[in-house]
T-cell receptor, first 110, second 112 residues
Framework: QKEVEQNSGPLSVPEGAIASLNCTYS??????FFWYRQYSGKSPELIMF????GDKEDGRFTAQLNKASQYVSLLIRDSQPSDSATYLC??????????FGAGTRLFVKA | DTGVSQNPRHKITKRGQNVTFRCDPI?????LYWYRQTLGQGPEFLTY????????KSRLLSDRFSAERPKGSFSTLEIQRTEQGDSAMYLC??????????FGQGTRLTVV
């Protein structure tokens, strides 16, 4: 079992729709959770981080965390073609090492 | 300081040659990471420095790989006797905590 699992996609949504990206993790001791966006050929950039169960909103982005289910998600509202990228889920277990999932490719169709 | 800087951006080398990459982190960041990313995969952790101390090294790193951060500022990653399987993007990231890590633009290595 991989430590951080994501559906590789591609996930295709029309412009203006809500994109829902999901991630599960194996270490119950995980404490910090991150979503990074990575455009093709570029390095990852942080979109959001979340530590506590529940929802965290930042603009068009909402991160959701459920530690009991070992599940974290990212919702993108009013999706734009510029949101088309690979979204990486990353998990920190409380030490210094952050483990990344393989990423989900998102395509937003104009 | 505009962020994490990595050099070179691209490197093509022949199999068996040695290569060295450099990472200059954000100046006040005491934590520095090296990751490797291949096509279709997320970044894989290679090694971690806190200041000048290398505190963890992944089992992915064979004896051909070595990293240093001699003065707790810039870091180098050296690969000896490169193999085609070493072809990847090598990413450096820095941070001050367990929160946001800032990535450099990466060094893309191609071993021919």
């Amino acid at each position: 079992q991989k430590e951080v699992e994501q559906n590789s996609g591609p996930l295709s949504v029309p412009e203006g729709a809500i994109a829902s990206l999901n991630c599960t993790y194996s270490d119950r001791g995980s404490q910090s959770f991150f979503w990074y966006r990575q455009y093709s050929g570029k390095s990852p950039e942080l979109i959001m981080f979340i530590y506590s169960n529940g929802d965290k909103e930042d603009g068009r982005f909402t991160a959701q965390l459920n530690k009991a289910s070992q599940y974290v998600s990212l919702l993108i509202r009013d999706s734009q073609p510029s949101d088309s990228a690979t979204y990486l889920c990353a998990v920190n277990t409380g030490g210094f090492k952050t483990i990344f999932g393989a990423g989900t490719r998102l395509f937003v169709k104009a | 300081d505009t962020g994490v800087s990595q050099n070179p951006r691209h490197k093509i080398t022949k199999r068996g040659q040695n290569v060295t990459f450099r990472c200059d982190p954000i100046s006040e960041h005491n934590r520095l990471y090296w990751y490797r990313q291949t096509l279709g995969q997320g970044p894989e952790f290679l090694t971690y420095f806190q200041n000048e101390a290398q505190l963890e090294k992944s089992r992915l790193l064979s004896d051909r790989f070595s990293a240093e951060r001699p003065k707790g500022s810039f870091s180098t990653l050296e690969i000896q006797r490169t193999e085609q399987g070493d072809s990847a993007m090598y990413l450096c990231a820095s941070t001050t905590s367990n929160t946001e890590a800032f990535f450099g633009q990466g060094t893309r290595l191609t071993v021919v």
